[in-house]
């Protein structure tokens, strides 16, 4: 199977994605829809049919027929640099955990 | 906080200085597309040689951040019980220190704490959602395959939660096992004698298990992913097509992932669901799937039991889901949650086997009378419920003394071999000696629920002893350890030569 979007579609890179949840369409519908468009489903608590969807992603499901809901805005972005932990942090850590067994060389 | 691959990979070649009697650092075969090295601990305690094993891996979808640090950290914990023998404490669940030492000397552990070292990268360094890993796809600026849809099961059949679009966050690649990082999962799977394995995911709070394509049946054997049109992505699942299972192993399935969810909830009340893959969407070529139908696909190979954990819960934001701020609380849900898996794949008698004997063939009669026999009957199966249920506690009750133990093992190498054997007898003599043990271990043991199944086993015990081994079977067959055994068995005439 070939891939749905063309080249010059995806060429320029999204730089924001938004989750999205399809309303006032039939769950099973909503589901091969998105499988269909090969769209990054995430589960929801709520049992929606929950996506990762870019703009482009977004006007084909409207295209479609689906009524989009928009639920946040997730630019495309390193992971925040504050949940990273640092080599002194990742090192310190350890070195506390394993802190009195006996480890090779007697320490 | 969230480990760099750089850090994790530290921590796994730190562990193996350390420690190395009790951790081997193995670099695997492939490099990942990135050229990055990848590396799994091998962890044991003890001697002796070859061993059962459970594969634990992580981080095969990248921005599924929790469960590389969370395996790494499991890989500390069980270091620092089994040392300083001290109990593993995971909120309110405890996993005792004699529990511990047990998994480890009677089991080989691997743990691969990040399948996909390029992705997990890139999302710390240019995009925090990014799922696949980073093959760049020829012909489409679309980068990545899932490798959780890559492996040789039903791969290449685009359905659900599959596809065979470059572009999809769910592409299966160009072809089964085409991906480096998933041939170093299939290269463990290879090498080891893996009993169980688990692939760790994020996020939803499911233990999950096969089948991810159709759903289960255990009425047609005839109907087998081997004989499914597969490979070409134009094929498809038929309709009607349900995927056979034997009972035994729906039930083992079933539970072990209770247990599992049992052992998560205690930690902090967590409700983990277990349900067949299928349930959550159709896959095809997970590495759970590829796991288990490995021995169905290829006799010859050791059946393995394939599981998917979903760690953490369903936020209404999907960052935080899949990366929360403070993971600390998910990542005790999930070290639970491996750690129950570990308990649950000892096997008690194989390990007294192991300790005494230096190996466990000869209790291979025991094993296939449990799955073959036993596993058939409502009451059989109870029976060996109730033996899973005590053979933890007894187990450690039974190592901790010199003496029980080789009582212990005396009796099943005198039994186990003559099990599956028509004409053998299990003798007064041998009733007498295994109800004397089991009163010994009562008294060890303080639970009152497992002083009551031991009541019941040492009753059966006293009504059998001197008949024949099938009728010992067959009575366990029939009649439920609640229940009364009825008088319908005969003592049988010994025969003039007993068989060992």
């Known amino acids: 199977m070939a891939s749905r979007r063309t080249k010059t579609q995806t060429t320029q890179a999204p730089t924001v994605r938004f989750e999205a949840t399809l309303g006032a369409t039939p769950y099973a519908k909503a589901i091969i829809a998105a499988a269909a468009l090969d769209l990054d489903r995430l589960p929801d608590s709520k049992g929606k049919v929950k996506l990762l969807v870019s703009a482009d992603d977004a006007r084909r499901l409207l295209e479609q027929g689906f009524e989009v809901h928009l639920t946040a805005a997730v630019p495309v972005a390193p992971l925040a640099q504050n949940l990273v932990m640092s080599d002194a942090q990742a090192t310190n850590w350890l070195e506390q955990q394993v802190k009195g067994i006996r480890r090779k060389g007697g320490r | ?500």
């Open chain 2, 1 to 500: 906080m969230y480990r760099t691959v750089r850090q994790i990979d530290s921590a796994t070649n730190l562990l193996s200085l350390f420690f190395p009697n009790f951790f081997t650092r193995v670099r695997l075969p492939e490099t990942s597309v990135e050229g990055r090295a990848v590396y799994a601990l091998q962890i044991r305690a003890g001697g002796g040689g070859a061993r059962r094993a459970v594969f634990i891996a992580g981080g095969t979808h990248a921005r599924e951040l929790m469960n590389p640090d969370a395996i790494i950290e499991l890989a500390i914990d069980l270091v620092m019980s089994y040392s300083n023998g001290t109990d593993i404490r995971y909120g309110a669940k405890t996993f005792t220190a004699d529990e511990v030492k047990l998994i480890l000397e009677a089991m080989d552990i691997w743990l691969l704490p990040c399948v996909n070292p390029d992705g997990r990268n890139y999302v710390m360094t240019v995009d925090d959602m990014w799922r696949k890993n980073r093959r760049d796809n020829p012909g489409t600026s679309c980068d990545g395959v899932d490798l959780n849809r890559n492996a040789d099961v039903v791969w290449g059949v685009a359905q659900g939660q599959t596809s065979c679009s470059p572009c999809a966050e769910v592409y299966c690649g160009p072809s089964a096992f085409s991906e480096p990082e998933g041939r170093n999962v299939k290269y463990v799977l290879d090498t080891a004698q893996v009993v169980s394995f688990v692939d760790v995911h994020s996020y939803s709070e499911l233990i999950l298990y096969p089948w991810g394509h159709a759903p289960t049946q255990s009425t047609d054997p005839t109907q087998r992913f081997t004989g499914l049109p597969t490979g070409t992505c134009t094929a498809s699942i038929p309709t009607g097509y349900a995927e056979y299972m034997p009972p035994s192993d729906v039930r083992r399935f079933q539970t072990v992932a209770h247990r599992i969810v049992d052992d998560i909830a205690a930690v902090r009340g967590r409700h983990y669901t277990p349900e067949t893959s299928l349930t959550l969407y159709p896959t095809t070529g997970t590495q759970g799937d590829y796991a288990y139908a490995r021995h169905i696909a290829n006799p010859g190979l050791q059946k393995t039991y394939g599981f998917t954990f979903e760690t953490g819960p369903s936020l209404s934001d999907a960052r935080e889901s899949f990366h929360p701020a403070d993971p600390t609380l998910v990542k005790r849900d999930a070290k639970a949650a491996m750690l129950a898996l570990l308990q649950q794949s000892v096997c008690a008698i194989e390990l007294i086997g192991i300790r005494l004997f230096g190996a466990s063939s000869s209790f291979d009669a025991l094993r296939t009378v449990r799955d073959n026999l036993l596993a058939s009957t409502a009451a059989g199966r109870e029976w060996i419920a109730l033996f899973e249920r005590a053979q933890f506690v007894l187990l450690s009750a039974v190592t901790r003394d010199a003496k029980l133990l080789k009582a212990a093992g005396d009796l099943l190498q005198q039994i186990a071999p003559s099990v599956g054997t028509a004409d053998a007898m299990f003798a007064e003599a041998d009733a007498q000696r295994a109800s004397a043990l089991l009163k010994k271990l009562r008294a060890k043991v303080k639970i009152p629920a497992l002083q009551r199944d031991m009541e019941v086993v040492g009753q059966r015990i006293n009504q059998l002893g001197g008949r024949s081994m099938q009728q010992v079977i067959e009575s366990l067959m029939r009649h439920k350890p609640s229940q009364r055994k009825s008088g319908t068995v005969k003592k049988a005439a010994a025969p003039a030569i007993r068989r060992r």
